[in-house]
């Protein structure tokens, strides 16, 4: 999710203007402090691996060729040769490995602490998916061997497929798309093909103003134009305004829900009925996911197709940003524009990947991208369903909801709330939504100055500066895997950092101080991009 | 408590009181519809114990013909090059493995600057000054360059060479349906200068509404194709045309030119910037990462100064802290789907963090000299194994262009049913092209990928095999 806005880009008085702390002990409560200014990771200037190694060095050794000699010529023409080879690092292997384990100290990581980034969903990622994705059988799987040769991996997608059909009360699943955005570029051009296939051209898409940026991005992508609902003062979609936008040239409504404030909307069966009574499809973007597995399902809920984050609530490892994997799955009249190839099985229980090609009347969409999709993630997603079970995955739900509003309870005793106010609602499900306005206001501390101030104590913040809609939004999942003394720590550092900033805001707006870099020049960085390390 | 949850019935007393619900029920019932929740249990089986599941996963791995288990010649995309340990370690760092998108680069820095030294390899190997830090893979990342294209000039058409994956091909079509482009398919030269993107045809085809070319270098077919030639062709096609839409290139109406390029061959080949090609993308999976059955891998994204503004994906710069230190983050972000909703440049978000980073230290621990000797290894013992199957009675060379890991061979007898025989002796001796890309040009086609994890013994093992079992099946032939 985001963290910033575009304001934050263009001027960052967080930035702009600042006077070096130095860090002369304003960290109180934070990591370890270097007595008399910097850290030793600090000290240590940031070297790319090109600015390291000798040249000759080396980590890869050749094998020999084995084969007859044959000229240079004969095996590549001259013009088609590259006439200086790439620079690259000349580092020997215990350079690499120095090199890549130091910097990889210089992140912090949800298995090093809590990691509440609403709307990314950040629970435990369990060791055990790692090892069985590693398998031979499934690491070293070439994408074209034979189905025959390949039933096991067949099996696996056919029952996560089935798996997923089940979660989401939806019968029809392609486990494709790369990730969330491309699981919903998917979802718009099935829309799309479904209306063309009923002689229909309908140009628009409604989504709430609340709704992910990946939402109206895909919209565009897909050649059709985003027509914003507003939201009611519950924080729900304002029904009478979809009432009104809803018409005959409407293609879809894509929606959260739970939204991107935490809030079921209670209207969603009215909501459906608007969108299907002019005919119209009803799209779920499954991000919030995590809070009604096992609870409420998006196909009962009337939704027509709705995209899996695999990495979210299927705990694949979110890499630093990928790799994801974006399933979708589509009812009955959306079924026949799947894309291909999909997984089948025979009656004599054999699985096959069925491709459409020259079948007559195939109405997919076609392709997304190479091959199967991101098996890797599916192995994961496969095994994480399997240890949880049908109980486990409503659990899982349950928990992150009774975490998310153990700590909404925490954050809204008066010493926090009066700072930073919950805007909608009064419960949440998965994550919730609060408001840094007053903070702003009152102490001269904006949300992003609470977010790095909590680098100090250890945590990662929240998401914040989203949804727009919330003023100096601070957007908080915790996740059902994180313990109540965690939840606990969490809240007491936000108290903390408020009463600090009470006493002198002139802490938070400067921090973070105990990270390896402190606040960077983001404005600089886009003004006069380097984007490559220059080479001599 | 499930699996990976920790609250007690103590816990849980504590949390509802806080709350200020008299049970987990309540917070739901004050929230979801009734009609709308699922009166049952979901039909899913019972969870099972880590062991339980081990034994599961293993079981249907063990339904799987890996590469470990047979001699394998399949490459079409994918290719069994050998994954060095040290990435596998680093892979499964926490600190790589765990984090998401590095939004607080206070505390990012690690996998920032992984994007930033990733970018700079990938901007090396293409000879282009400007990389993203991950698009999804190959195929995808065809497609966002041709949006890419739209978005830069406005036309409305792609001029594409039959020399693309086929995979590129169809992904390219379906998003090009959905941002209403049409794309003219040129086909590939035929004789004896056979197997290349066929000149003429594709000058011929770019015309004033085209807003991109795009090939591939290698191409599918495994022929290395004149890319400074199809680049120049098409400028020139583009030069005598009006300037269209938002164009600001180079000659006044030239369509942006796109390689998908394969990037372990790029040690040997001239790099795509040289040879005036505008933006480069290709599947990362051969650097270092593992097949997993097609993904997860990456896609590489590069291109001249002038597309930097319109790039899909993440993209990490360098800056510095309030004190000065050297740093990194995230930047031009005001293209993104985050900022820019529906202008953005690209819906993407999440990517492929985690498989760049292999494909950064792959191509670290190859190093400036080994990403030679290895395009060189490639391209000898590919040679060996072509000329050796092409003597093989029954088989010959599909064209006769030069080749850098993979080719294409014709066999005159049903090519399924020699594969059926060849898996029986324990060798996978390629690509059924004809299964592949449903070409009736491609019937008897036999695509070959030689890594340098085939040695001369693997090959000639795959000539003995193949000779034997296009033999056998001759003979099946005249007795049926």
């Known amino acids: ?536 | 408590m499930s699996r990976y949850t920790a609250t007690t019935p103590d816990d849980l007393a504590a949390m509802l009181a806080a709350i200020g619900v008299d049970s987990l029920q309540e917070i739901f019932d004050r929230q979801i519809p009734t009609e709308v929740r699922l009166g049952r249990e979901l039909d899913l089986p019972d969870g099972l114990g880590e062991q339980d599941v081990y034994e599961h996963l293993r079981s249907l791995a063990a339904r799987n013909t890996s590469t470990e288990e047979e001699l394998s010649f399949l490459g079409a995309g994918m290719y069994d090059h050998y994954v060095p340990a040290l990435i596998d370690m680093l892979m499964e760092r926490s600190e790589f493995l765990t984090p998401y998108t590095p939004y607080q680069p206070e505390i990012s820095q690690g996998g920032l600057q992984v994007m930033f030294e990733y970018q700079t390899a990938v901007c090396e190997l293409t000879g282009l000054p400007v990389s993203n830090a991950s698009s999804y893979e190959g195929p995808s990342a065809v497609a966002a360059a041709g949006y890419l294209a739209k978005l830069h000039n406005g036309r409305s058409r792609f001029v594409i060479s039959a020399g693309l994956h086929p995979h590129s091909i169809e992904t390219l079509r379906t998003n090009a349906h959905g941002y209403g482009m049409d794309v003219v398919e040129v086909p590939l030269t035929t004789g004896s200068a056979g197997g290349i993107t066929d000149p003429d045809a594709w000058a011929q085809a770019i015309d004033a509404d085209t807003s991109a070319a795009i090939f591939a270098q290698p191409n599918f077919y495994g022929a290395v194709e004149d890319a400074a030639a199809l680049s120049a062709a098409a400028k020139a096609a583009g030069a005598s045309l009006p300037a269209g839409g938002a164009a600001s290139g180079q000659g006044a109406g030239a369509p942006v030119v796109v390689a998908q390029v394969d990037p372990i061959a790029l040690g040997v080949l001239k790099a795509p910037g040289e040879c005036g090609v505008d933006v480069a993308v290709g599947e990362g999976q051969p650097l270092g990462n593992r097949l997993d059955f097609g993904g997860p891998s990456f896609g590489l994204f590069a291109a001249r100064q002038e597309y930097l503004r319109r790039m899909p994906g993440r993209i990490a710069g360098e800056t510095l802290d309030v004190d000065g230190r050297r740093g990194f983050v995230l930047t031009l972000q005001t293209r993104e789907q985050h900022i820019r909703r529906e202008k953005a440049t690209s819906n993407i978000c999440t990517a492929q963090a985690l498989n760049a980073l292999a494909g950064v230290v792959y191509l670290t621990w190859l190093g400036r000299r080994g990403i030679v000797e290895l395009g060189e290894l490639l391209l000898a013992r590919t040679h060996y194994a072509r000329e050796t199957l092409a003597g093989i009675d029954g088989v010959e060379k599909l064209h006769q262009q030069p080749v850098i890991r993979e080719f294409a061979v014709r066999l005159d007898v049903d090519v399924a049913a020699v594969r059926r025989r060849c898996a029986g002796e324990g060798v996978n001796p390629g690509v059924d092209l004809h299964a592949l890309t449903g070409r009736e040009s491609d019937r008897g086609g036999l695509l070959v990928a030689i890594t340098e994890r085939r040695t001369r013994a693997d090959i000639d093992r795959l000539a003995r095999v193949l000779e034997h079992a296009i033999a056998a099946e001759r003979q099946a032939a005249v007795l049926a």
């Not at chain 1, 080879?85 to 890549?100: D, F, M, N, Q």
């Not at chain 1, 039933?151 to 798996?163: C, H, I, R």
């Not at chain 1, 409604?206 to 507003?230: C, F, I, S």
Request: hydrophobic share 35%; aromatic share 6%; glycine share 12%.
């Open chain 1, 1 to 536: 999710m985001s963290t910033i806005d575009e304001s934050h880009l263009h001027s960052d008085p967080g930035i702009e203007g600042h006077s070096p702390h130095g860090g002369n002990g304003s960290a109180r409560a934070g990591g370890p402090m270097a007595s008399g200014g910097a850290s030793p990771m600090q000290r240590e200037q940031a070297r790319t691996i090109f600015q390291k190694g000798s040249p000759g060095r080396r980590a890869f050794v050749c094998p020999q060729p084995e084969v007859p000699e044959v000229d240079a010529e004969t095996l590549l023409p001259a013009g088609f040769r590259r006439a200086e080879p790439p620079r690259l690092p000349e580092v020997s292997e215990p350079e690499i490995v120095r090199h890549y384990v130091g910097i990889s100290k210089r992140n912090f990581d949800l298995d090093s602490g809590f990691y509440p980034l609403g709307s990314c969903t950040m629970k435990h990622n369990p060791r055990l998916h790692e090892r069985v994705a590693a398998l031979p059988g499934h690491a070293r799987l070439h994408p074209l061997q034979d189905p025959d040769r390949a039933q096991g991996a067949l099996e696996l997608m056919w029952s996560l497929q089935g798996a997923l059909a089940e979660i989401s009360g939806l019968a029809h699943v392609s486990l494709q798309p790369s990730a969330g955005s491309h699981g919903e570029l998917a979802g718009v051009l099935l829309t799309r093909a479904y209306h063309e296939d009923r002689g229909e051209s309908r140009h628009k898409v409604l989504t709430p103003d609340t709704a992910h940026g990946t939402n109206p991005a895909t919209v565009t992508m897909a050649g059709l134009e985003v027509v914003k609902v507003a939201t009611n003062e519950d924080g729900g979609v304002d029904v009478d305004d979809l009432r009104a936008k809803a018409d005959g040239d409407v293609a879809c409504l894509m929606l959260t829900n739970p939204n991107t404030l935490g809030l079921f909307d209670p209207n969603i069966a009215e909501i459906a009925q608007i969108v299907h009574g002019v005919g119209a499809t009803l799209y779920y973007d499954g991000a919030n996911l995590n809070a009604v597995m096992g609870l409420s399902r998006p196909g009962d809920m009337g939704f027509d197709i709705v995209h899996f984050n695999l990495h979210k609530s299927f705990t694949q490892p979110h890499g630093g940003g990928g790799p994801g994997s974006g399933p979708i799955a589509v009812s009955d009249r959306i079924a026949p524009f799947l894309p291909l190839p999909l997984v089948v099985r025979g009656e004599d229980g054999r699985f096959d990947l069925e491709y459409g090609r020259g079948r007559a009347g195939s109405k997919s969409i076609g392709r997304l991208r190479g091959f199967q999709g991101n098996y890797g993630c599916f192995v994961r997603a496969y095994a994480y369903i399997c240890s949880l079970g049908g109980d486990g995955l409503k659990d899982a739900s349950e928990t992150a909801v009774l975490n998310a509003n153990y700590l909404l309870a925490r954050l809204r005793e008066p010493s926090v709330a009066e700072y930073l106010p919950l805007p909608y609602g009064e419960l949440c499900m998965h994550e919730f939504v609060l408001s840094g306005g007053p903070m702003k206001k009152a102490l001269q501390v904006k949300t992003l100055d609470l977010a790095k101030r909590l680098l100090d104590f250890g945590f990662h913040p929240p998401t914040v500066y989203f949804p727009l809609l919330v003023e100096e939004a601070l957007m908080v999942e915790p996740t059902e895997t994180e313990t109540k003394e965690t939840l606990d720590s969490f809240a007491e550092a936000i108290a903390t950092i408020l009463q600090e900033a009470a006493e002198d805001p002139e802490i938070a707006r400067g921090a973070p101080y105990t990270t390896p870099v402190r606040r960077l020049d983001e404005v600089a960085a886009a003004k006069h991009p380097v984007i490559r390390q220059a080479l001599g």
